[in-house]
């Protein structure tokens, strides 16, 4: 595992365009510019967001990307993404990315962690229960899948005792 430098935009939108074009986990219409990723990264405020690579040998397997809320009234919550690349899963690296994360978020003091998923990604809910995500709430038919709609389901864990 390793922190995202600001030389990894090209690494980073690979990674992102083969988890785009399998088609069946993100929603968004493709990843975002190689150049806007960069950008990202160069303005990385560590107590604000961070990037992460889970690393196989050599090959940048996945990442999780954390990101506080600007508002103050949210910024004890950070949003996750989190994907490993299709040859690499099942072999830790999307755990081991999320126990990252959360030892980051717990050091800058965040509060809750939360995430979407779509409703028909088996896998990415299974790694999410078992980290002790819970479910907050579903959107219902909130995504168009050709003909038809799937949910989104809203799943955020809690890092202080009393939240
Ligand atoms: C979801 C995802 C990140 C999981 O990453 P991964 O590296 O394969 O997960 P891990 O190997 O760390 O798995 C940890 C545990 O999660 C659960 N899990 C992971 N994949 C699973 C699957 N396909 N079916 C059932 N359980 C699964 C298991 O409990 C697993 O432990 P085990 O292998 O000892 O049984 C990965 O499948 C992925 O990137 N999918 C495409 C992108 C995506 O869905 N991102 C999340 C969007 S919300």
Redesign the pocket.
């Known amino acids: 595992m390793r922190r995202a430098r600001a030389t990894d935009a090209a690494t980073w939108w690979s990674l992102q365009r083969g988890?785009y074009d399998e088609g069946a986990?993100f929603v968004g219409d493709g990843p975002p510019s190689e150049g806007s990723l960069a950008a990202r990264l160069r303005s990385l405020d560590q107590t604000r967001s961070g990037v992460w690579f889970a690393v196989v040998g050599d090959q940048v397997a996945?990442w999780c990307e954390a990101s506080r809320l600007a508002a103050v009234r949210l910024d004890h919550v950070a949003v996750l993404t989190?994907?490993?690349a299709a040859p690499?899963?099942?072999?830790?690296?999307?755990?081991?990315l999320l126990v990252t994360a959360e030892e980051w978020a717990r050091q800058v003091g965040v509060r809750k962690l939360s995430?979407?998923?779509r409703g028909g990604?088996?896998?990415?809910k299974?790694?999410y229960e078992?980290s002790a995500f819970v479910l907050e709430g579903v959107e219902r038919d909130h995504i168009r899948t050709g003909a038809t709609f799937e949910d989104n389901l809203i799943m955020a864990k809690y890092l202080v005792d009393d939240a």
């Open positions: 988890i986990w996945g989190l994907a490993v690499y899963r099942r072999r830790g690296c999307g755990e081991a995430l979407s998923v990604n088996e896998a990415a299974a790694l078992r």
